[in-house]
T-cell receptor, first 120, second 111 residues
Framework: DTEVTQTPKHLVMGMTNKKSLKCEQH?????MYWYKQKAKKPPELMFV???????INESVPSRFSPECPNSSLLNLHLHALQPEDSALYLC???????????????????FGPGTRLTVL | SQQGEEDPQALSIQEGENATMNCSYK?????LQWYRQNSGRGLVHLIL?????REKHSGRLRVTLDTSKKSSSLLITASRAADTASYFC???????????FGAGTILRVKS
Protein backbone atom coordinates (compact mmCIF):
# COMPACT_ATOMS: atom_id res chain seq x y z
CA ASP A 1 0.00 0.00 0.00
CA THR A 2 1.74 3.17 -1.21
CA GLU A 3 -1.06 5.53 -0.30
CA VAL A 4 -1.33 8.40 2.13
CA THR A 5 -4.92 9.14 3.07
CA GLN A 6 -6.28 12.38 4.47
CA THR A 7 -9.65 13.20 6.01
CA PRO A 8 -11.74 15.18 5.55
CA LYS A 9 -11.38 16.21 1.90
CA HIS A 10 -13.07 19.52 2.55
CA LEU A 11 -13.60 21.43 5.78
CA VAL A 12 -15.40 24.69 6.45
CA MET A 13 -15.05 26.15 9.91
CA GLY A 14 -15.69 29.33 11.80
CA MET A 15 -13.01 31.23 13.64
CA THR A 16 -14.20 29.93 17.01
CA ASN A 17 -14.40 26.27 16.00
CA LYS A 18 -12.04 23.45 16.93
CA LYS A 19 -11.44 20.83 14.28
CA SER A 20 -8.83 18.23 13.38
CA LEU A 21 -7.26 17.03 10.17
CA LYS A 22 -6.18 13.40 9.95
CA CYS A 23 -3.51 11.67 7.92
CA GLU A 24 -2.67 7.97 7.72
CA GLN A 25 -0.03 5.87 5.96
CA HIS A 26 0.79 2.16 6.12
CA UNK A 27 4.11 2.16 4.28
CA UNK A 28 6.18 1.89 7.45
CA UNK A 29 7.51 5.41 6.97
CA UNK A 30 8.80 6.97 10.15
CA UNK A 31 8.89 10.60 8.91
CA MET A 32 5.64 12.48 8.41
CA TYR A 33 5.00 16.05 7.37
CA TRP A 34 2.35 18.75 7.29
CA TYR A 35 2.43 21.35 4.52
CA LYS A 36 0.23 24.35 3.81
CA GLN A 37 -0.39 25.38 0.21
CA LYS A 38 -2.10 28.56 -0.93
CA ALA A 39 -3.52 28.84 -4.44
CA LYS A 40 -0.90 29.04 -7.20
CA LYS A 41 1.93 28.76 -4.65
CA PRO A 42 4.28 25.92 -3.73
CA PRO A 43 3.73 23.87 -0.56
CA GLU A 44 5.22 25.39 2.58
CA LEU A 45 6.49 23.09 5.29
CA MET A 46 4.77 23.43 8.67
CA PHE A 47 5.86 20.46 10.80
CA VAL A 48 8.02 17.36 10.57
CA UNK A 49 7.67 14.30 12.79
CA UNK A 50 10.39 11.70 12.95
CA UNK A 51 9.81 8.49 14.90
CA UNK A 52 6.67 10.07 16.38
CA UNK A 53 8.63 13.01 17.77
CA UNK A 54 8.31 16.56 16.52
CA UNK A 55 11.61 17.42 14.89
CA ILE A 56 10.80 20.59 12.95
CA ASN A 57 8.28 23.36 13.63
CA GLU A 58 8.60 26.08 11.02
CA SER A 59 7.48 28.82 13.42
CA VAL A 60 3.85 27.88 12.92
CA PRO A 61 1.29 29.81 15.04
CA SER A 62 0.05 27.91 18.09
CA ARG A 63 -3.49 27.79 16.70
CA PHE A 64 -2.11 24.84 14.71
CA SER A 65 -1.24 21.91 16.96
CA PRO A 66 0.23 18.73 15.48
CA GLU A 67 0.04 15.31 17.04
CA CYS A 68 1.51 11.96 16.09
CA PRO A 69 -0.33 9.27 18.11
CA ASN A 70 1.57 6.40 16.45
CA SER A 71 3.84 5.70 13.51
CA SER A 72 0.94 5.52 11.04
CA LEU A 73 -1.13 8.50 12.09
CA LEU A 74 -0.65 12.24 12.02
CA ASN A 75 -3.19 14.79 13.19
CA LEU A 76 -3.36 18.54 12.90
CA HIS A 77 -5.59 20.19 15.50
CA LEU A 78 -7.05 23.55 14.55
CA HIS A 79 -8.35 26.17 16.94
CA ALA A 80 -9.24 29.84 16.57
CA LEU A 81 -8.10 30.00 12.97
CA GLN A 82 -8.14 33.11 10.84
CA PRO A 83 -9.57 33.50 7.32
CA GLU A 84 -6.02 33.76 5.97
CA ASP A 85 -5.44 30.18 7.16
CA SER A 86 -7.73 28.98 4.38
CA ALA A 87 -5.60 26.75 2.17
CA LEU A 88 -4.93 23.20 1.02
CA TYR A 89 -3.28 21.23 3.84
CA LEU A 90 -1.11 18.39 2.64
CA CYS A 91 0.27 15.49 4.59
CA UNK A 92 3.29 13.52 3.39
CA UNK A 93 5.48 10.67 4.56
CA UNK A 94 8.91 9.35 3.69
CA UNK A 95 11.41 6.72 4.70
CA UNK A 96 13.50 8.07 7.53
CA UNK A 97 17.24 8.01 7.00
CA UNK A 98 18.27 8.55 10.58
CA UNK A 99 17.99 10.93 13.47
CA UNK A 100 21.55 12.14 13.90
CA UNK A 101 21.98 15.89 13.66
CA UNK A 102 18.26 16.34 13.11
CA UNK A 103 18.36 14.79 9.66
CA UNK A 104 15.00 13.42 8.72
CA UNK A 105 14.74 12.56 5.08
CA UNK A 106 16.70 12.48 1.89
CA UNK A 107 14.10 10.45 0.08
CA UNK A 108 11.03 11.01 -1.99
CA UNK A 109 7.93 12.05 -0.13
CA UNK A 110 4.52 10.49 -0.65
CA PHE A 111 1.71 13.01 -0.46
CA GLY A 112 -1.92 12.63 0.46
CA PRO A 113 -4.66 14.31 -1.60
CA GLY A 114 -4.98 17.14 0.89
CA THR A 115 -7.73 18.77 2.92
CA ARG A 116 -9.22 21.94 1.45
CA LEU A 117 -9.82 24.18 4.46
CA THR A 118 -12.01 27.27 4.40
CA VAL A 119 -12.14 29.51 7.47
CA LEU A 120 -15.11 31.86 7.60
CA SER B 1 10.97 29.89 2.36
CA GLN B 2 11.48 29.15 -1.30
CA GLN B 3 14.78 27.72 -2.39
CA GLY B 4 14.33 27.67 -6.12
CA GLU B 5 13.01 29.68 -8.95
CA GLU B 6 11.34 27.95 -11.85
CA ASP B 7 11.23 29.04 -15.41
CA PRO B 8 8.92 29.46 -17.19
CA GLN B 9 6.07 30.22 -14.80
CA ALA B 10 3.63 28.87 -17.37
CA LEU B 11 4.02 26.83 -20.55
CA SER B 12 1.43 25.94 -23.16
CA ILE B 13 2.24 23.38 -25.86
CA GLN B 14 0.54 21.07 -28.31
CA GLU B 15 0.20 17.36 -27.65
CA GLY B 16 3.23 15.50 -28.97
CA GLU B 17 5.64 18.37 -28.40
CA ASN B 18 8.39 18.35 -25.81
CA ALA B 19 8.18 20.47 -22.66
CA THR B 20 11.23 21.80 -20.83
CA MET B 21 11.11 23.36 -17.39
CA ASN B 22 14.06 24.86 -15.55
CA CYS B 23 14.81 25.22 -11.87
CA SER B 24 17.50 27.23 -10.12
CA TYR B 25 18.42 27.04 -6.46
CA LYS B 26 20.61 28.94 -4.07
CA UNK B 27 22.38 26.65 -1.61
CA UNK B 28 24.29 23.39 -1.86
CA UNK B 29 22.10 20.33 -2.03
CA UNK B 30 22.06 16.62 -1.27
CA UNK B 31 19.49 15.96 -3.98
CA LEU B 32 16.87 17.61 -6.14
CA GLN B 33 13.42 16.19 -6.76
CA TRP B 34 10.64 16.93 -9.23
CA TYR B 35 6.97 16.63 -8.35
CA ARG B 36 3.75 16.96 -10.34
CA GLN B 37 0.50 18.32 -8.96
CA ASN B 38 -2.80 18.04 -10.74
CA SER B 39 -5.22 20.84 -10.02
CA GLY B 40 -5.98 21.11 -6.30
CA ARG B 41 -4.65 17.65 -5.47
CA GLY B 42 -1.67 16.08 -3.75
CA LEU B 43 1.80 16.01 -5.22
CA VAL B 44 3.24 13.01 -7.01
CA HIS B 45 6.97 12.33 -6.95
CA LEU B 46 8.44 12.05 -10.44
CA ILE B 47 12.19 11.70 -10.11
CA LEU B 48 15.08 12.27 -7.70
CA UNK B 49 18.58 13.22 -8.83
CA UNK B 50 21.49 13.24 -6.40
CA UNK B 51 24.15 15.93 -6.30
CA UNK B 52 26.75 13.57 -7.79
CA UNK B 53 24.53 12.69 -10.76
CA ARG B 54 24.25 14.74 -13.93
CA GLU B 55 21.36 13.15 -15.76
CA LYS B 56 18.55 10.76 -15.03
CA HIS B 57 15.76 9.24 -17.09
CA SER B 58 12.38 7.80 -16.18
CA GLY B 59 10.06 6.88 -19.03
CA ARG B 60 9.35 10.11 -20.95
CA LEU B 61 11.12 12.21 -18.31
CA ARG B 62 14.70 13.40 -18.48
CA VAL B 63 16.23 15.41 -15.66
CA THR B 64 19.60 17.12 -15.70
CA LEU B 65 21.48 18.68 -12.83
CA ASP B 66 24.31 21.21 -13.04
CA THR B 67 25.59 21.82 -9.52
CA SER B 68 28.13 24.40 -10.72
CA LYS B 69 25.26 26.55 -12.00
CA LYS B 70 22.87 25.41 -9.27
CA SER B 71 20.26 24.53 -11.83
CA SER B 72 18.20 21.61 -13.08
CA SER B 73 15.91 20.97 -15.98
CA LEU B 74 12.99 18.61 -16.52
CA LEU B 75 12.22 17.50 -20.06
CA ILE B 76 8.94 15.76 -20.84
CA THR B 77 9.03 14.21 -24.31
CA ALA B 78 6.03 13.51 -26.54
CA SER B 79 3.68 15.32 -24.16
CA ARG B 80 0.10 14.23 -23.63
CA ALA B 81 -2.99 16.09 -22.46
CA ALA B 82 -2.74 14.12 -19.21
CA ASP B 83 0.61 15.82 -18.52
CA THR B 84 -1.28 19.07 -17.87
CA ALA B 85 -0.37 19.95 -14.28
CA SER B 86 1.90 22.08 -12.12
CA TYR B 87 5.48 20.91 -11.85
CA PHE B 88 7.65 21.73 -8.84
CA CYS B 89 11.31 21.22 -8.23
CA UNK B 90 12.30 20.70 -4.62
CA UNK B 91 15.70 20.53 -2.99
CA UNK B 92 17.06 18.68 0.00
CA UNK B 93 19.93 20.51 1.63
CA UNK B 94 23.26 19.03 2.66
CA UNK B 95 21.93 18.25 6.12
CA UNK B 96 18.78 16.76 4.67
CA UNK B 97 16.31 18.07 7.13
CA UNK B 98 13.55 19.19 4.81
CA UNK B 99 12.31 19.56 1.26
CA UNK B 100 12.11 23.13 -0.06
CA PHE B 101 9.97 23.76 -3.12
CA GLY B 102 10.46 26.11 -6.02
CA ALA B 103 7.67 28.31 -7.29
CA GLY B 104 6.51 25.82 -9.91
CA THR B 105 5.71 25.76 -13.62
CA ILE B 106 2.14 25.41 -14.86
CA LEU B 107 2.13 23.19 -17.94
CA ARG B 108 -0.85 23.03 -20.27
CA VAL B 109 -0.84 20.46 -23.05
CA LYS B 110 -3.48 21.10 -25.69
CA SER B 111 -4.98 18.19 -27.60
Amino acid sequence: DTEVTQTPKHLVMGMTNKKSLKCEQHMGHRAMYWYKQKAKKPPELMFVYSYEKLSINESVPSRFSPECPNSSLLNLHLHALQPEDSALYLCASSQDRGLSGGRVSYNEQFFGPGTRLTVL
Amino acid sequence: SQQGEEDPQALSIQEGENATMNCSYKTSINNLQWYRQNSGRGLVHLILIRSNEREKHSGRLRVTLDTSKKSSSLLITASRAADTASYFCATVGLYGNKLVFGAGTILRVKS
